[in-house]
């Protein structure tokens, strides 16, 4: 028998993870320290450059539709019972659905072909994700072995297609042509500026608000349908959907190709909303990301969006932080980043306890 | 002559939960001495601060007229006291002695600690009538040569006061007579025994004297030679409870489950129900009485469609169930209900609200929601209403399930199934882990059921149970029914040799 977790809503969803994310700051500031700089000039920097300027914010909102996506598919399969490492990979097909809808149905109007493209990307995530779904499901084949390996699988089938296949004969670029132009989704300071309003350019667009459709979307998929209640019981009590005639295996199935379907909205984001041409490596480990939004947002659409901000500030102010404080390289970024993840996911646990040891102690003061 | 333990004034809380409040107990050297109470009235939580599994917030523990320290199970032994926990702490691939000597090794070389185990054992068994085959591997053993190697392994580290926690759980009612032998013998060598047990038949039959806890709190000690069933089950509830529920004699309607020849084999390819037999009839419940682990539970799940028979084949109203159509959702379709064995694992989903536990398995039915959505509102006002039906406590819907004591999470299940209205319902172990007073409710719940002809298979390890609510008996042994009877025309004895697989004569 262990002391009961009581804690009141806000303090389970807010409080626990602003203590965590404030010590997780903390010993970073610790860290930037020891290398000899100051850790309250580096905060500055971090949130002048993410959040001070309208164009710094742009490309923060860029980065946390990223993390959205990729925090959305983590939560949905983890919902499921199933850690879903394979984002990246998913991601990647995702982009090779893109390139393949918008390069071969280049006589569509852009109102058809932008909800293709974003269907093809859907469907080859999906499938990428099915295959260790269906592994796991029929045969056992755990499925973070397997979406690591469909990881290294996607890396190289691009490489090899992009190398060999898909590249233009002139070009020197492993990388498609151009998508055609109809098939951009519009960037965001284009849109304000239809409707008159002047915001600074930068490569937000318009698939941020399909990321927070998705999110919602989650939210109603996993909290309120029949078929999200099927998941998560599956997910929390194998043994009670057995008992209840839900089919483990079908739902396995079906968590992972919903997975892999949003997984396919960094594509969309990165390629239809930005690069315009599927090229190599336009991933960068956000796939991995998504692992520590879905963690620190506790696989809740709500906090996945918080997580993808704080994350977006990190990624871009991080940035604007490297070039500002050279002795603070890229690298240096990415250890505060882990920290922050080590902090909100492995010792989210430890901050719980005792949060709600201090609750107890106050209840029993109390009564 | 100072007592051998004595606990006083211990307090325990974890969390907000006050486990254990100034909690006195004395225990006399060379008796036995039962501790009786509901679940979650604090017996464990007692013991496990006596065995040094937790410390106490505050108050004092006395061996043997001495104050001391038991921060540890080490400290406990050291102290002499000695625990035989209620799931068995053994190494099966291990033999006996191995078992036994698991711990006080007595060295980096295993030869001279064995040759002290051996001649210890042997000591054992002429002064306590304590044989076994100390060879044998303990995997091999049946489980009643197990609670006896526990036995063993305490009494060989010296223990001179032994605390059981409910032994009889899991043995078949000869066994549990040989275990009371033992116990008598013990105390006749001078041991003292605590024995923490829910089945009061147990406490009257071999305590010298009984504790009761309620919340919490010791609420009397008494000579078991004046006390009764009936007072010591008044004193646990705080009120007074029917033991048996009143059961009026009916003539049983068509048969409404048929099962013939089943045989199931477990996913590891052991044979776990063989050519089982049997017609369920309206207004009937047939109970099947065993020791847990006798095919029971899989002879349910495959009537249920959780498991796929190898062999044999079922009917429900006279239709015959296809193999194809054989799964829970479809057995439900057809008005086959099932109250689980294991509720935490199958009955409900812990980490849950309530109202969603409270559809488990329904979650379909087009009236909870609409179209693809469930209608959390409705859900939670259905289960409102239920609550209420069936005295659920606290009546809040959105409570984590978990977060309700095994008595009420029962209610929730049972609400479940029995508002549907089942033709034929499989209960599996109705009141595991139930508090007295709401096990009187479940059981006239399932009386009002029969009585409005409902067709119950009731499967439960409680002997009393079974015999209090059932019209007829089958009992199951090694997969096997062994036997059938009318339970009107039946007793406790005839049962238990059935139960442990005596062949049936009038078979």
Known sequence: MSAPLDLPRWADTVLVPAISVTAAFLVAGLVVLAIGENPLTATRWLLQGSLGTGEGLGFTLFYMTDFIFVGLAVAVAFHAGLFNIGGEGQATLAGLGIALVLNNFTFLPGFLLIPLGILGAAAFGAMWAAIPGYLQAKRGSHIVITTIMFNWLASVLIVYLLVNVLREPQSMNPETRAFPEQSYIPFMHDVFAAFGVEIPNSQLNLTLVLALAAAYFVWLLIYRSRLGFAIRVVGSNPSAAVYAGISPARIIIIAMVLSGALAGGLAVNELMGYQHRLLLEFTSGYGFVGIAVALMGRAHPVGIILASLLFGILYQGGAELAFEQPAITRDMVVVIGGIIILFAGALDGLFRRLVAHLFTRQKLARA | MSPAIELIAINKSFGAVHANKDVNLSVARGTIHGIVGENGAGKSTLMSILYGFYEADSGEVRVNGKPIAIRSPDDAIQAGIGMVHQHFMLVEPLSVVENVMLGAEGGAMLRAGEAKVRAELARLAQDYGLEIDVDATVGDLS???????????????????????????????????????????????????????????????????????????????????????????????????????????????????????????????????????????????????????????????????????????????????????????????????????????????????????????????????????????????????????????????????????????????????????????????????????????????????????????????ELDEIMNLSDRILTMCGGKITGERKASQTNEQELGLLMAGVVDEAA
């Open chain 2, 143 to 461: 489980v009643g040569l197990q609670q006896r190697v526990e036995i063993l392994k305490a009494l060989y580290r010296g223990a001179d006061i032994l605390i059981l926690d409910e032994p009889t759980a899991v043995l078949t009612p000869p066994e549990a007579d040989a275990l009371f032998g033992l116990l008598r013998s013990l105390k006749e060598q001078g041991k003292t025994v605590i024995l923490i047990t829910h089945k009061l038949r147990e406490i009257m039959a071999i305590t010298d004297r009984v504790s009761v806890m309620r919340r919490g709190e010791m609420v009397a000690t008494v000579e078991t030679a004046e006390t009764s069933p009936p007072e010591l089950a008044e004193l646990m509830v705080g009120r007074r409870v029917l033991l048996r529920v009143e059961k009026a004699e009916k003539t049983p309607g068509a048969p409404l489950l048929e099962v013939e020849n089943l045989s199931v084999v477990d996913p590891r390819g052991v044979l776990r129900v063989a050519n089982a037999s049997f017609t369920v009839r309206a207004g009937e419940i047939v109970g099947i009485a065993g020791v847990a682990g006798n095919g029971q539970s899989e002879l349910l799940e495959a009537i249920a469609g959780m498991r796929q028979p190898v062999l044999g084949s079922i009917r429900l109203e006279g239709q015959a169930i296809r193999s194809r159509g054989h799964n829970p959702h479809r057995m439900r379709q057809l008005g086959l209900l099932h109250v689980p064995e294991d509720r935490l694992r199958m009955g409900l989903v812990p980490a849950f609200p309530a109202f969603e536990s409270a559809i488990l398995g329904f979650s379909h039915e087009p009236h909870l929601g609409r179209g693809p959505i469930l209608d959390h509102d409705r859900l939670i006002a259905d289960l409102a209403q239920k609550m209420e039906q069936y005295d659920v406590r606290p009546p809040a819907p959105r409570l984590t399930s978990s977060k309700f004591s095994g008595g009420n999470q029962q209610k929730i299940v049972l609400a479940r199934e029995i508002e549907r209205n089942p033709k034929v319902l499989l209960v599996g172990q109705p009141t595991r882990g139930v508090d007295i007073g709401a096990i009187e409710f479940i059981h006239s719940r399932l009386i009002a059921l029969r009585d409005a002809g409902v067709a119950i298979l009731l499967v439960s390890v």
